[in-house]
């Protein structure tokens, strides 16, 4: 099955009996800046990683080609000056190892290292009423108790991988892009088969296929895709972008996406054919996934959709020589109903003659047999697979860990019908339990590294408020927790991409419930709701054993995160207008 790349580090005394204020789950960079909060609050707090360094995303996905689709310049922490300016991005779109680099270097500038734990892997939480306070179980033996327990585990953390039939019976070995050895693959000379089209592979298989003597693809849905454009950062973009780098900051937090860039607010209807194909042409020409903002209504009405889709349709079929590979390779499904791929030659690639496009939509991949796989009666030979399946979205790294709430209620249970939160921070029948950007929260439909400091300085805030009034507990009310997973619902059935198949709503795993887990309403709009929450002395949750209980609620979140009055926000009501490109 390929390297190990879970394999523990040394073995330490396991710890027992310790009590910290909290216990944060995961060292990506939600955890380490939760940390870095968690220390300037004065609380004591421990990291429980399960890899072998921080990073979380950046650490184990280290497949050929893996990159941010983020400009780099947006795609880092906004919440010290100091770092902006020294910190130096190469290129418009960060690789893989300078996105690590960069988090070791945040973990080294604030000193993070020594209060987290790695290659430990945290395998249950409990609730104790009595006390009001969390177990923490490792699999290292080590049980902790906390009075918060936050969950930092990351959206797209636990690899999917399906259970084909004779899988076993493969002599060559099997690697999975969402957890890449770390002492890279050479496919030189080899005959690779790569399952899925999915944005690892996207990005991957340019790559791989410079390497291969034979590369095939088997492809069960084709997936909409623009050019990168990627280019390196000269140094003196770098010191103009960095001469306005709060401006940049400030203009990003008033988009959908928590990132800025250039849309077009018009509709695609009300423009003219002519028209249109200029401005999706300039689109394309700038490239990654700006190109959803040249009108404002791709993503809510279907004969918008069309002519952006029968644009891209163009652009493979023009890329692509071979007329029925062009075809398989043309999706059928809404533009961008699936997270939008960003690559730089992918399409180009099925020209070379090495490399081989396989259908396994009508007919899927029946088993595996020693020497490959079989689809449809034929069987592949390969020396090596790479299973490109994705992960298990926003919940798969809860259902890692045994959670256990009041009344012996797990999270599992609760959720068994799908996720149920208030505001993607906490859940009913979960005290003292927090998430870091999840489930009906903006989280992947947003930069993460924004959605993760929204969160992390909420919590923060949270968290001292408590400690100053003296409260032991805090959780949302059911009707509120209700209401809100209600509202999350309703406003994806505005989008278009609540009708098709992808792991926004869970169908990527057979027999996971439908349900669109990301909050689709826009980035300021849910930094407004949660500034409201908070204003309003922390509306819908329930605060316990407080000795203070009219003291005025912390009010830094609020500003920290307010937008700017002469910067245009995306509102609650444009949404509704349907006019607001959601990348």
Known sequence: ????????????????????????????????????????????????????????????????????????LQYSFSFSEELDQEWNWSEKYSPQPEILAYANHVADRFDLRRGIVFDTRVTAATFDESSKTWLIETDRGDKVTARFCIMAVGCLSAPNRPAFKGIEDFRGPIYHTGEWPHEGVDFTGLRVGVIGTGSSAIQSIPIIAQQARQLTVFQRTATWSV????????????????????????????????????????????????????????????????????????LFE??????????ARKKIRNIVKDPATAELLC????????????????????NLPHVKLVDVSKTPIERFTAKGLEVNGVE????????????????????KIHITGRGGRTLAEKWQAGPRTYL??????????????????????????????????????????????????????????????????????????????????????????????????????????????MSNGFSGFVLEGGHKANAEPQVRFTERWRVPLDIEVISPAAVAAKRVPVV
């Open 1 to 72: 099955m390929g390297a190990d790349s879970t394999a523990q580090g040394p073995m330490r005394p396991a710890e027992t009996g310790t009590v910290y204020d909290a216990i944060v789950v995961g060292a990506g960079f939600a955890g380490m800046y939760m940390l870095h909060r968690l220390r300037g609050l004065g609380f004591s707090a421990k990291v429980f990683e399960a890899g072998g360094g921080v990073g979380g995303t950046w650490y184990w996905n280290r497949y050929p080609g893996a990159r941010c689709d983020v400009e780099s």
């Open 227 to 298: 050019p990168a454009w990627n280019e390196k950062l000269t140094p003196e973009f770098l010191k103009a972008a960095k001469a306005d780098y709060p401006a940049l900051r400030a203009k990003a937090r008033a988009r959908p996406t928590g990132f800025y860039f250039l849309f077009n607010s018009k509709p695609a209807l009300e423009a003219r054919e002519e028209e249109r194909e200029r401005q999706y042409e300039e689109a394309w020409q700038r490239g990654g996934l700006p190109f959803l903002g040249a009108y404002g209504d791709l």
């Open 302 to 311: 279907k004969a918008a959709n069309d002519t952006i889709a029968d644009f």
């Open 331 to 350: 999706p059928e499904n809404v533009f961008g109903c699936k997270r939008l791929c960003v690559d730089t030659d992918y399409f180009a690639t099925y």
């Open 380 to 399: 592949y030979e390969f020396d090596a697979v790479v299973s490109a399946t994705g992960f298990a979205a926003m919940t798969g790294a809860f259902e």
């Open 424 to 533: 993607g921070l906490a859940s009913e029948g979960f005290p003292n339990l927090f998430m870091i950007t999840g489930p009906g929260s903006p989280s992947v439909l947003a930069s993460m590294i924004q959605a993760i400091e929204q969160h992390v300085d909420w919590l923060a805030d949270c968290l001292g408020h408590m400690r100053d009034v003296g409260a032991a507990s805090i959780e949302p009310t059911r009707a509120d927790e209700d209401a809100w997973v209600e509202h999350v619902n309703d406003v994806s059935t505005v989008s278009l991409r609540s009708t098709c198949s992808s792991w926004y709503v869970g169908t990527n795993i057979p027999g996971r419930p439908r349900v669109f887990m990301p909050y689709i309403g826009g980035f300021p709009v849910y930094v407004q709701k949660c500034n409201e929450v």
